[in-house]
């Protein structure tokens, strides 16, 4: 039974993505860095173990990845779900919201996939998952931020599926649209009345619906699947 680690993955899509990779038949732990009282909440419910660290925290990270190891086993799939937004216009962002979301969103999934990159080489098998957003494609005023961060995920997501094919080892990007979490409760209603006009499925995606994305991608048999960004936007982009 392979082992599989999502972080950010005690509510929302990272939720939703570790409970359908324990309906697969994956051993599932999921990371957490805030409100340890929702993860508490999560693994009473779902009996998957959540373990707390800063994404951003390289040290933490290995020390997270050991810890996940030593309780399930070797990490052979790795989800990096965890994100934050800091919005702002860039005239207005300051040097501390910028740099709190790339060290988040894109140096957090360096860490991650630093620390569980060896040993996925050394068993030739692995698969990486790093969450992207439709926002990374198409941009979106007022999220310099985290548009640079996503958009970035590609890159580094494309540079390491030519490292790892070799050994077995897959990294794709899943890139949602606007999907019905708590990231996208905080966007005002008139806001949100107008990303809707943009979508032509017409409403938000579910959180079930991105991980059916993931669970595909992390498959045995997907191993032939390297390298890409798959979009599950409802048509909001498409390119």
């Not at 569980?116 to 080489?121: D, E």
């Amino acid at each position: 039974m392979r082992v599989a680690l999502v972080t950010g993955g005690s509510s929302g899509i990272g939720a939703a993505t570790a409970e359908a990779l324990l309906a697969a038949g994956y051993r599932v732990a999921v990371n957490f860095a805030s409100h340890p009282e929702v993860a508490q909440s999560f693994t009473a419910r779902t009996g998957i173990p959540a373990f707390g660290w800063n994404v951003a925290d390289e040290v933490a990270c290995q020390a997270g990845v050991a810890r996940v190891e030593a309780a399930l086993g070797p990490v052979e799939v790795l989800v990096n779900n965890a994100g934050i937004t800091r919005d702002a216009m860039l005239h207005r962002m300051s040097a501390e919201q910028w740099r709190e979301v790339l060290d988040v969103n894109l140096g957090g999934c360096f860490n991650m996939c630093r620390a569980t990159i060896g040993g996925m080489r050394d068993r030739r098998f692995g698969r990486i998952v790093n969450m992207g957003s439709v926002n990374g494609l198409s941009g979106q005023a007022g999220q310099t931020n985290y548009a640079a961060t996503k958009a970035g995920l590609i890159g580094f997501t494309k540079a390491l599926a030519l490292e790892g094919a070799s050994r077995n080892i897959t990294a794709n990007v899943v890139a949602p649209g606007y999907t019905d979490t708590a990231m996208v409760d905080a966007v005002p209603p008139e806001a949100m009345a107008r990303i809707l006009a943009t979508v032509p499925a017409g409403r938000l995606a579910t959180a079930s619906e991105i991980a059916r994305g993931v669970v595909f991608l992390v498959a045995d048999e997907s191993a032939f699947i390297n390298g890409i960004t798959l979009s599950i936007n409802g048509g909001k982009y498409m390119a």
